[in-house]
């Protein structure tokens, strides 16, 4: 029973430090590397790291060309998912939608 107790709280604590969410694009920082985002009515800013991971719909993506579209072609309101690792202010994962 113990050991049930244990694995049930180190899942909630796992799942707790990184969430994913629908956000809306404000702002990319390229000399920075920082990416501001609007979810729920709030902005919040995070780092992307070379360990950040891209999907384009059901396939991997590069992360230099996900930069390339956030520095020059995403517009204001643009829609894609992000997972975060909130303790330390990183992107973990970019998930763009696929194309139609």
């Given at each position: 029973?113990?050991k049930?107790?244990l694995?049930?709280?180190?899942?909630?604590?796992?799942?707790?430090?990184?969430?994913?969410?629908?956000?809306a694009?404000?702002?990319?920082?390229?000399?920075?590397?920082?990416?501001?985002?609007?979810e729920?009515?709030?902005?919040?800013?995070?780092?992307?790291?070379?360990?950040?991971?891209?999907k384009?719909?059901?396939?991997?993506?590069?992360?230099?060309?996900?930069?390339?579209?956030?520095?020059?072609t995403a517009?204001?309101?643009?829609?894609?998912?992000?997972?975060?690792?909130?303790?330390?202010?990183?992107?973990?994962?970019?998930?763009?939608?696929g194309?139609?």
């Amino acid at each position: 029973m113990r050991k049930f107790v244990l694995a049930g709280l180190a899942l909630v604590l796992t799942v707790g430090l990184t969430l994913a969410g629908e956000v809306a694009f404000v702002k990319y920082n390229a000399e920075k590397k920082e990416l501001t985002v609007k979810e729920d009515d709030k902005e919040a800013t995070y780092t992307i790291t070379d360990e950040t991971k891209v999907k384009r719909g059901d396939k991997d993506g590069r992360l230099e060309n996900a930069l390339k579209y956030l520095a020059e072609t995403a517009n204001e309101g643009s829609k894609f998912e992000i997972t975060v690792d909130k303790d330390k202010k990183t992107v973990t994962e970019l998930k763009f939608p696929g194309k139609k």
